[in-house]
């Protein structure tokens, strides 16, 4: 055994260092684990600041000493790649560590150990725990908001059949893919809009559903027979032209005395509310804000010069103006703007109002593909023969589409977490409904709780989102 | 002739609607306002206002008018949107930095924060710290001072205010040493391009900026002075402190919450333009002999800087318009002041949104100016 240079920690005296270098970095952190689970203080005969400094002291003194580089141990080596490179890196680590294991135990007893979850009233929450029971008794306002307990199975019903249909492009077989497009940009929202509107809603129009799903399913027969050459044009005009044939000229009086009959409860919008509030939010302004941000992002890049000033004078204006002033607007300005006896329903006003202001951002981002694209497709398509249209919906767009996924899906991202502003115009969804809540004399003093949960909430939903587009991305990426 | 005409129609149709669409409200907005007994005109402006604000950088009360009244909600807009973009942009390298970290505690530090923060909304975050976090603080009585100056209580933040003598001369000597900054600066290059030596610049300019204003308290005169926020009794269980400046709550989790959210936004441009610089780069510059902080300096931040700037500006002009959110909490802002108070008292919907709006138009549109001129400034210029 040679000589120890202290400060020179080297491979010759290996098993010394790593003995103590690791001795004092475990006394250190165990120091700090039973000074913060079980409130000892093994230093406390020490004065106060330097006993709160002495973990550190001794954590670095030992990471310096085990910090060997080629050691030869693949254990050690790691280690000091990953947490230990230098004195300023190993303070961090050190820092990190102990922050950590202090911030465990209050946050354990807050969220579990001290937290009430039983009962349903107040009295239970005493501890100083976090007190569950008050999500408990509060969840399904803070889920369906306004809406009737007894109703509540219509949003539960129409959420899972949306899902449902969402989700049959997973199974398509390989004849139905080829409409899989038509069936998610026509087909699909016209249904959900017809759940939502007249299913969630019910009431006396709750008949015109029924017209919905009977165009729906005679177009869809008819649909078969027809030439492939016209389909696109079949399914874009004629189950609308379907319902509305139905509802004003045939069976009118027969399904109103059906409606009547089995009609549902009409819900106005605005007892509306809560986590179910938000998805029909963001629901909508998806649908609406993307072809109308595809226009504009085709009318920024027009060769009409009109046009494309209109286009850009639209993007920028909503690009620049926050969307709570937008709110303002579509709650005090816009009314002004419409005929006296004209009303629209304050919850379509809102989602009219954030389309628009989503759509310049899709407008941003969908312009960004179309430029990304290479000249070269514009003119292999223009030399085909084909007119502005064709090639944008055959060629460019479905290369375009693909390189912005991941921009559409921030876009779609902010969109849900923008919902919550709609508290400007009165409608409460899960963060409005915590805020009343809140004020509620029974139930003071629970705030925390609430916005922790609704954190929780909306953590999962983007955190997923924003996972599942990274996917897509990679997914397209190896597709190119 | 015939391409002319096909050229033609679409634009004269859009513009045709348009006109329509605009022409239709205009017509609406006319009789609307005619039935309910409103005219339209922004003469109401200039008339006493008769409400208070109870946060203001300048004076103001209910005697002055709507426009004073506006210039308030404005100048409280820019003040959390000045300090919020200060503070996210510190917090935003410092995050971005550390998510290149080879330290793997530091790296995955950072990237909870950033997934953390940035996947909750915004107005739950203001929220949060303003109806929770902030509300578990001392009352005034309890509050301990921190660093014996500052007092963080429920009722605000109270710290020290500066009381100086004689500032316009120290403003002066500020400007001077700027000057001469940019003096030594200029000569310095040129010395560079002629000669070939390299003056200590950075030195220098830190000399200079320390020196110029100290000489200005030894014998130009000035002199600063603290004012301590005292706590005082107003009634036997009301207490307040007097002295020195108070910010209110509202400020507080506004900036905060601000902050901590872009913060994670500009993480993550940082990260993206420092990444962006391959690293042939970094060798070529390490093998022509320049030092670590040479790379750093000359060769790293001005190809990152030209990456990360486009996507930051956005984020400066996110926190801006995010700053409106203040009206959910109750902060003086524009919004809450003018498109609230102002709108509810006058009933002028139609003048009041449209100023609100142009407004933050204007902010937005000079913030991206003044970053295209900066970000024109340090773009490839090609040969």
Known sequence: MSKINFLKPGKDNLTTFIFMGSFLFVISVIDVFLNSFFSLNITGFLPSSLSFIIPIILGFIGLYFIRIEHSGNKFLDQVNKNINTSNFNAILSLLIIFI???????????????????????????????????????????????????????????????????????????????????????????????????FISGGPIFFDFSYGIIAAVISIIIGFFIPSKFKFYYFIFVPITLYIALKYFIFYEELIELGKLDGLNWVETGAWGGLS????????????????????????????????????????????VPLITVLFMSAVMFPMFLPADFFIDKLVRCIIAISLFEAAYVAEVIRGGLQALPRGQYEAAKSLGMGYWRMHIFVILPQAL??????????????????????????????????????????????????????????????????????????????? | MDLKIQKIIPQLITVLVVVLVFGFFTYNAQINMENRGIDFGYGFLSQESSFDVQF?????????????????????????????????????????????????????????????????????????????????????????????????????????????????????????????????????????????????????????????????FLIGGVSLSFEIPKLKQLATTSFKYEGGISLPPELIALTLSLALYTATFIAECVRAGIQGVGKGQKEAAASIGLNPNQVLKLVVMPQALRIIIPPTTNQYLNLTKNSSLAAAIAYPDLVLVFAGTALMQTGKAIEIVSITMLTYLSLSISISILMNWYNKKIAIKEK
């Open chain 1, 277 to 320: 509030l938000t998805f029909i939010i963001s629901f909508f302004c998806l649908i609406f804000c993307f072809p109308i941000g595809m226009a504009f992002a085709l009318g920024r890049r027009s060769d009409f010069p009109l046009i494309r000033y209109i286009s850009i004078g639209f993007i920028e204006f909503w690009r620049g």
């Open chain 1, 402 to 480: 693909k390189l912005v996924i991941p921009g559409i899906a921030n876009t779609f991202l902010a969109l849900v977490k923008d919902t919550p502003l709609i508290f400007v115009v009165g409608l409460l969804e899960i963060v409005g409904m915590l805020n009343l809540a809140k004020t509620n004399p029974e139930w003071l003093g629970f705030a925390m709780e609430g916005y922790v949960f609704a954190a929780i909430i909306f953590w999962i939903i983007c955190y997923a989102m924003s996972k599942y587009s990274y996917n897509l991305e990679q997914k397209y990426k190896t597709e190119r």
């Open chain 1, 100 to 198: 950590i294991i202090k911030s465990i135990p209050p946050v354990l007893s807050w969220f579990v150990v001290d937290a009430s979850f039983a009962g349903d009233s107040k009295d239970v929450c005493s501890g100083t725990g976090a007190c569950w029971t008050y999500i408990k008794v509060w969840f399904r306002r803070f889920m369906y908001g306004m809406y009737p307990n007894a109703e509540q199975w219509r949003i539960n019903l129409s959420f899972i059949a949306l899902a449902l249909l969402g989700s049959v492009g997973y199974f398509a077989t390989e004849k139905f893919k080829k409409y899989l497009t038509l069936y998610y940009v026509v087909i699909y929202p016209f249904i959900a809009f017809l759940f939502i509107f007249f």
């Open chain 2, 56 to 216: 203001s950088l300048i004076e103001y009360d209910g005697s002055h008018s709507y426009f004073r009244a506006y210039l308030v909600g404005l100048l409280n807009t820019i003040l959390v949107s000045v300090i919020g973009i200060i503070i996210a942009t510190i917090l935003g390298v410092i995050v971005g930095v550390a998510r290149l970290s080879p330290n793997y505690l530091i790296n995955q530090f950072a990237a909870f924060y950033v997934e953390f923060f940035r996947n909750i909304p915004l107005l739950l975050q203001i929220f949060f710290w303003y109806f929770a976090a902030l509300r578990a603080l001392p009352l005034p009585q309890d509050a301990d001072a921190m660093l014996g100056v500052f007092f963080l209580t429920i009722k605000g933040l109270y710290v020290p205010a500066f009381i100086w003598e004689n500032l316009n001369v120290f403003l002066y000597s500020i400007i001077a040493a700027i000057i001469a900054i940019v003096v030594i600066r200029i000569h310095a290059r040129k010395v560079q391009e002629t000669q070939g030596k390299q003056l200590p610049v950075f030195w220098i300019s830190v000399g200079l900026i320390f020196i110029l204003p100290l000489l200005s």
